[in-house]
Each structure stands twice: as C-alpha cells, then as structure tokens.
C-alpha cells in the first residue's frame, strides 16, 4: 500500500451493492465489506436482495441475489435508495440492478461473464457494455475471472475453485476504492478456512490481487474516497439482523424475568432465522420445538405458558392466519405468551422474500370474538431487540398474548447495534403466585393492570383448571352467566388498555407543533426520517411520530395530532394503521399514502408527496 | 421430602374429586373413566400438584373440569400440542391428555400422530365411541363404513381408523385398549399406561347413549364378551371363550381362531403375548382384529421403550450449560465480531 493517491475525496454517506449469481457469493461480499466499514467506524445499514429460490436458474435475471449497505460519517437509518456504486459479476445482476444505480454512479464489471450465451440468458439482444447504453455511468471493465485464476496459478488449486473465489476479487476493488483494511477479511478467512491453508492463502491473494488491479487502472487510481467515522458515543458495538436481534430480546427478557424461553415455531420465510437462532441457545436454557405446523407452535407455546415458561412463538403472515384460534385461547385464559410476526408481502404466500406492513389489522383484530391483544411494532434491525424484549414484559407483567411485528425488510437487513448491558434494561415482574397462596383465585385481578396471576403446575396449593370456555369473574368456573361474560369482555379489553400507563408517552421528531406531521409505524422508520430531516432542512414545519405501541396507542396521541394543521400516514399496505387511527380519532383528517409493491419507500417519493400536500389548499 | 412423600402416600380419591358438577349425560361411559380414574389417580404415587389434566374439545374434553388437579381444556384438536408444551417445560410434571375420536383422529390428527412420533411421557385416554357427540350426531374418523348417521344419511363412504393400527404406525411406544365398563381393567390400564416412560395411549371403546347407543354392543355385552373379548396378558398364550377353549394361531402369515382339542390343538401352539416385542408387526395385527371373524383384543397391546423428547432435551440442555462459553446473555450479546468506538 505504498502507491500514491492522487486524490482523495471525503463523502459523507455512499451506497454500494453487490450483485451476482445466488451461488456468487455476494452475502458474504457485502458482510465483510460491511465489516470492513465497521473496522473504519463508519454507522451502516444493509439489506439482502435475494431470490425467493435457493438456486434460480444461473444466469438469469430471477437468479440475481444482491446485497446492499448504506454506510457513512453521519447516521445512517436506512439501507440507502439508490446505489453509488454497483458491482455486477455477470449480465444478470447488471440487468436487474441497473435502475437502482444513481446517474453517474460507478459500475464495476466482469467483462469476462459478458459473453454471447450470458447476454442471452440475461435477456440482453445488444452487449450493454459496447451498445453505448451506459454512457451515462462510469464503467469500469474489470477482467475478474482471469485476473483472479491468475493470481493463484502456483498454487496448484483447480480453477473452478478459484474461481468460486472471485467475489473476493471484486471486494478487493472495493477496498482500494474505500481505503479500507484487509484485517477483518483475512481474520474471516483465517477463520472460515482453519483447515486448509491453501484456500486462506488464495482468498488472501484473490483480495490483493483486486485490490492492486484497482491501484492500476487509471480510472480507478485516481480518485478514491474516504468516509471519515461516525460520531456514534462511546461503547461496544456489533452488527446484527432484525431476526437475530428479535431472538436475543427474547432471551433477555426470558433472563430478565428468570422464566426458561420456550419457543413452539414452524419454519417460514422471513422469520425461520428466529427459530434457529433459538434453537442455538439451549446454554441459556431455551426449549425449542420445531412443531408439525403453525397451530403446533402456539399451542404448545401456550401449554408452555401455563406450565410457567417465557412463550414465544414465531411466524409471518400466513402463519398468524393459522395460529388465530390458538391466540383466542391465550386470550381467554389470560396467559402471557409473545407472537412474532415477521410480515411479508401477502395475501396467500405472495412474495415470501418481499416486505410489507400488511398483517396490521389482522394483528390488531383477526379473531373470533372480542379478543385484544397488545400490539407492538419494531422499527429497526437493531430495536428488534429492545422490542421483543418489551413485548416479552408486558406478556409476562400484565398477563396477555403480545403480537410483535416486524417485518422482512428489518429482520434480514442489519445494522450498527450499540451492545446493551443487561444491567441496564428495565426489571421484568411477572405476577407470580407463592405456594399455599389462600387468597389464591385463578381470576382474581390485580387491581391497578387487571392482570390474573400466574399459578404454576408443580405448585402446592395453587391446583385449578382453565380453558376456552368463558370464565366466571374471580373463580375461573366455566360461566354461561350472560352479565358474566359483558364483565369479562370489558375486563379483557381494559386490561390490554391500561397497559398505555405504563409505556413511554409518544415521541415526535422535530418541532412539537407545525404543519405537517408524517406518523408511521414498524420497518419505514429509517426512510421518514431521512426524508422528515430534508423537509426540515430546507425550512419546513414538518415533524415525524413514528409509533412502536400499536395497542394500546400511547395516551398522548390524541394531544399531539392536535398541534399539526395535517397530518399524512404513508404505509407499505392499502391503508391499515390509518384506518385505525381513523376509527379511533375521528375528530382529525388523515391524508394517506401508500406504496405495495414488496418495496420499501424512497426518500425522494415520500419528499415530493409530503411537498404536494403542504402545497394542497 | 418427607412431608411430599408422606402426603403421597395418604392422598384418596377424594383428594382429587373436583367440586364441579358433572354435565355428562346419564349413562355415557364418562361417568365410568372418571370414576376409574379418579381411583387410579392416588396409586400412581405422584404429589397432587404435579398431576396435569389436558384435553382438547369434546365430550370427553370436559374431563379435567372434573378432576381436581392443575387442568387446561383446550381447543378442538390441539391437546396434544397442549400438553406437549406443558411437559417438556417440567418434565416432572404428571401429565394426562383426554381426548376423543373427533378430536385426535380428525381435527387434531396430525398433532396426535406426531405426540407418538416424538414419544413425550404423556399418558393419552382416547374415548373411542365412532361419533361425534357434543355436535349430536355426525360421523367420525372411526364410524364403521357404511354407517347411517347426520351427515352420512346414505350411510358413510369413508374407511374407518383403527386407532392402534394409527398409533402403532405413527411409532407410538405403548398401546392398549379397554371398555368403559370393566372397571377393573380400566384401572389397571391406567396405571400401567402412567407408569410407561413415553407416549402411552389407551384407547377406551366408550358408549355414547344418545347418538350411538350400543356402538360397541358386539364385544361389550354381557352377551357377547366373553366370545368376542381377547384380555392380552403379557407371556400367556392368547385364550379367549366362555369355557376358555379358543386360542389364536399364527398360520404362515396369518393370525387364526382355533378350538383347543380340535385336529390336536393344544396351548402350547398358541401364540404367546410379547408387548415388548419391538418389531410391531404382529401388535398391528392384533390390534385390528375384530369381530365378527375375531374376537376383539384388550389390554396391554405394545409397551416398548425408547428415549422421550423431553428427556433427550434436558440432556442436550445440561450439556450445553456444561460446556457453553455463553453462560448469560451479556455473553451472548458480546460473543462474535464487536468492536469498540
């Protein structure tokens, strides 16, 4: 690294995505540049673009497997909207991505994949890099495959192995191009490849071979960039996923609490990696079933619950379909139990890899009967923890069923996550019942939560039955009584209502009055507020509250709708949080915006919409 | 433990009748299960408040309401994820499930057959009486083919279950079978089945005297029981008959009823009961024997044993705790690539 630099040129934020063949290795390449960055002490944010196939035909456009990372000196919410710089290891990946790069942006090929036969699979009649459509970007046509069997021709590996490394030849460009460290690479391959030091010593050598080819080339040499480090305070940091942060939230409040985790799940994309991850943890004690089905998983969670463990259950959306039933009885029988629901783009199966927000309204009301349940929505990959972590004290603290909702786009996108102490969360209380307890009633409420108490099997003293069937005030006896069960009902829904006095008010993001108030919920966080700070940036009163307490909403709702002239509710569904706000609060005007495509918002459509309404007369 | 073990030992019937009125109609076989039960309940030797009743949706669902223990009624299907959820969070836990034809072998089919697969210590009383009655009257699972009922009225097209032969498949590790009015039988069943380590499944032949009066009348009579019942008893040869005279045979590969004298027939060429035999074949086959070429066998089918989920996952768990470097969760949120700013 003794070149000279003729320039280097500070930015501020850069968006980069790496795209090939699923089999090409690009989740790995976007992880250790990621890594990279994190050595750098950049803030980032990353998304994986998959295919909804685990091996889509090679070389077609529905077998292109990206993965992006947003990452910068400034605080970064967002996987980024379009791409500074694209890498494209085939035909394929350079078709499908291509409208996701910026105007003017750089993308970095394999010329060596642009052959007759790929150019076909991938849908192209002219050959893209000669046919002057790209004149608008900056191409750099990298020979990668030869470059990189050339690299380790000493060392006697065949060349389709080495080929599978070429990935790491791309990354290196994108080293130089960053400035950045080969330290956490080498430390993976060190790693990784334990067992063979001739595959640690090619991927070493794939890596600095790019990165000297990008040291070369003129077009590359000449400028490169520095992002400076993020002003994040003081502390130990980690990258996790949504779905990774969801599990360990689970288990801090399973530590926390100091009841055992069971999980009762079902695998199902996007959020299978809850289940596994869980099923790592047995050290911690976590008791994981991998059940018949998804009415397995709660169902057990429930008899879980009752036998006096932490239950969770994890899914998306055609799962909570299924479990519908079963959380109705975990509402009659008052039992705490946690219900992820890793949304993705429905109805039916839909997209299965895509992303939406639209389970809302089955969360807050798909159920038979009159049947409240807490509903709680995380925002980001890495408050997935903080999240699951509050679902899971008020299951236990206030004795109710606790639906979570995340969603694809936070549960497989990661981010910067500042480490917690444990010492540091809040303490969790469950209403535990003592041995020989007189007063004991197995409906016998807290006064102030309305909460039952948890009487656990195994218990002396404490033995009574409950079920589905309603219940009698106090006594838990099966009641027909009709006064009885009005009381029930209105019992049940105000103890899910009062859990507002003892959540955090709401918060808003900028000025506490104005003219315009943009409220969200769930995965959108990152993209309102960048596109909030530009409003703002350029002198308008706009303010963002973003919501995580779906039910109960948080008490000061009301009073602040109440100080913005409008108010607009943009969404990835057809409408859902704002057709319950607008059952709840009737006496405001909401305008609404939604996208459906199992895409997340851009900050420059959510702009000009939010223009266009302050504008509106 | 003195004074569990003490409380053990004194504990009654009565320790364990609940308050609650019983609603079963009068005459159903119910009455007689609860009553066996409740009898069985105090030799198990298990305290009181590990003694865990669950049920899904039924008749024979109302069961924990009248057994004073920790119960849960669930939903129409779902006991035995219930209860398989309730055992392997504490696998001290004493756990028996209720459930009926409708209930395990229709709706909840799938959970049942993979309870046995997985092969929990939880003790199943299937109330076989080929209908559904709660919901008065429509065919089930088991109604014998051709059966006129309310939804059948041209009489039912389906095959019927055989439970054992269901839950012998489904690698189910005990099975036996009884009839709602032999107490005796009942009793002792019952507490083989809560002894047994593993999913123990005792199907009971119950009568339901609104629906499907006499369902089981060709084996359950006092007329002909005595023809038509084979009591299992393990490493006795299989006589059955009202003068003891009739025997089973294994012929090539079929089971046979033979005379005891006839063509110099004697007892030791009848088959001997092995429940512990491992390979299920010949269980399975008696286990579908029936009327009116068979009698029908009671008793103790299979009983063989193998290692149980929840047992398994405490020692996995135990190892794990042993060996893990991940002790706590701040361990966990700090293990793998972090970094300091």
């Known amino acids: 690294m003794t070149t000279k630099r003729h320039k280097v040129v500070e930015l501020e934020n850069v968006v980069v995505r790496f795209a090939g063949d699923s089999g090409d290795g690009m989740q790995l390449t976007g992880t250790l540049f990621s890594e990279a960055a994190a050595v750098a002490g950049n803030d980032f944010a990353t998304f994986p673009d998959y295919p909804a196939e685990i091996r889509a035909p090679q070389g077609t456009v529905s077998g292109v497997s990206g993965f992006q990372i947003h990452f910068g000196h400034k605080e970064i919410f967002t996987s980024g909207d379009l791409a500074d710089v694209l890498v494209a290891m085939n035909p394929a990946p350079l078709k499908k991505n291509l409208m996701w790069v910026k105007k003017g942006g750089t993308i970095i090929v394999d010329t060596e994949t642009f052959n007759d036969k790929s150019l076909e699979k991938a849908g192209y009649n002219e050959n893209p890099l000669t046919d002057g459509s790209l004149t608008e970007y900056n191409v750099i046509k990298a020979p990668i495959s030869s470059l990189t069997k050339k690299s380790c021709e000493d060392l006697g590996l065949d060349s389709k192995m080495i080929l599978k490394s070429r990935n790491m030849f791309a990354l290196g460009i994108m080293f130089f191009v960053f400035n950045r460290e080969f330290s956490s690479a080498d430390e993976y391959f060190e790693k990784k490849f334990r067992a063979n030091p001739l595959i640690i010593e090619s991927n070493k050598r794939i890596l600095r071979a790019g990165y000297n080819f990008a040291d070369t080339i003129e077009a590359l040499s000449s400028i490169t960039y520095k992002v400076e480090p993020a002003k994040l305070s003081k502390g130990k940091y980690r990258n996790i996923t949504g779905n990774i942060a969801t599990a360990w939230g689970l288990l801090a409040a399973s530590e926390k609490s100091g009841r055992k985790l069971f999980l009762g799940s079902y695998p199902i994309t996007p959020a299978t990696e809850i289940l596994q991850e869980l099923s790592i943890h047995k050290s911690l004690g976590a008791k994981v079933l991998q059940a018949e089905d998804e009415i397995a998983g709660i169902v057990s969670s429930i008899g879980a619950s009752f036998a006096g463990a932490f239950a969770v259950t994890s899914t998306s959306g055609p799962g909570l379909s299924l479990k519908t039933e079963a959380i109705g009885l975990a509402v009659m029988t008052e039992l705490p139990i946690v219900i992820v629901d890793v949304q993705r783009a429905g109805p039916s199966t839909g997209m299965p890899t895509k992303s939406e927000q639209s389970d809302l309204l089955q969360a807050l009301f798909g159920r038979n009967g009159e049947a409240p349940v807490v509903v709680l929505a995380a925002s980001s990959s890495s408050n997935c923890f903080y999240y699951a972590y509050e679902a899971g004290k008020i299951a236990m603290e206030h004795m109710t069923p606790v639906i979570l909702l995340t969603d694809g786009y936070i549960a497989n996108g990661s981010e910067v996550f500042r480490i917690p102490k444990m010492a540091d969360l809040p303490p969790i209380n469950p209403p535990i019942v003592e041995a020989e307890d007189l007063i004991y009633r197995p409906y016998l409420r807290n006064p102030e939560k309305l909460n039952r108490s948890w009487a656990i099997p195994g218990t002396l003293g404490l033995r009574h039955r409950i079920g589905g069937l309603e219940k009698e005030n106090i006594s838990g006896n099966v009641s027909h009584d009709p006064e009885n069960h009005q009381l029930m009902c209105e019992l049940r829904a105000e103890k899910v209502r009062r859990v507002a006095n003892y959540i955090e008010p709401q918060t808003i993001f900028g000025p506490k009055s104005g003219d315009l108030l943009v409220v969200s919920w769930g995965s959108t966080y990152g993209v309102m507020i960048e596109a909030v700070k530009e409003m703002q940036d350029a002198g308008k009163k706009v303010s963002l509250a973003h919501f995580h307490y779906i039910n109960p909403l948080p008490n000061n709702t009301e009073e602040i709708f109440g100080r913005f002239k409008k108010i607009i509710v943009p969404e990835l569904n057809l409408g859902q949080f704002v057709l319950y706000l607008r059952m709840n609060f009737q006496k405001f005007r909401f305008y609404q915006y939604n996208k459906i495509q199992g895409l997340p918002f851009m900050v420059m459509e959510l702009v000009d919409k939010f223009n266009e309404i302050l504008e509106e007369e | ?341």
């Open chain 2, 1 to 341: 433990m003195a004074d569990g073990f003490q409380e053990i030992t004194t504990l009654t019937k009565e320790d364990f009748t609940s308050d609650q009125m019983v609603k079963w109609c009068p005459g159903c076989g119910d009455h007689a299960i609860l009553s066996s039960f409740l009898k069985v309940l105090p030799e198990l030797g298990v305290r009181k408040q590990d003694v865990v009743v669950v049920s899904g949706i039924g008749c024979s669902s109302r069961f924990p309401y009248y057994v004073k223990t920790y119960g849960f009624h669930g939903i129409h299907g779902r006991a035995a994820p219930l209860a398989s959820g309730i055992k392997i969070t504490n696998p001290d836990l004493h756990v028996w499930m209720i459930t009926g034809d409708g209930d395990s072998l229709a709706i909840g089919g799938n959970h049942f057959i993979h309870l046995l697969r997985r092969n929990l210590d939880i003790n199943v009383m299937l109330f076989n009486n080929k209908i559904y009655g709660l919901t008065k009257g429509q065919y089930s699972p088991t109604t014998p083919a051709g059966k006129k009922t309310k939804t059948s009225p041209q009489g039912t097209i389906e095959h019927p279950f055989n439970v054992g032969e269901l839950a012998i498949g489904a690698q189910g590790t005990f099975f036996a079978r009884t009839v709602d009015n032999n107490p005796k039988m009942m009793g002792e069943i019952m507490l083989e089945a809560g002894r047994h380590k593993g999913t123990s499944l005792i199907e009971i032949l119950q009568n339901c005297v609104i629906f499907f009066n006499n369902v089981h009348a060709d084996v359950a009579s006092k007329e002909t029981k005595d023809e038509n019942q084979l009591f299992l008893r393990h490493g006795e040869p299989m006589i059955f008959g009202k003068e003891n005279d009739k025997g089973i045979i294994l012929r090539g590969t079929n089971l046979e009823v033979v005379k005891i004298g006839d063509h110099g027939i004697t007892e030791k060429d009848l088959l001997v009961h092995d429940k512990y035999q491992r390979d299920p074949g010949i269980h399975v086959m008696l286990a579908k024997m029936a009327p009116p070429v068979f009698p029908i066998v009671l008793g103790v089918i299979r009983s063989v044993t193998d290692f149980t989920f929840e047992s398994k996952m405490e020692q996995i768990i135990q190892y794990e705790i042993e060996t893990s470097l991940i002790k706590t969760v701040d361990d966990l949120l700090n293990s793998g690539k972090t970094w300091e700013i």
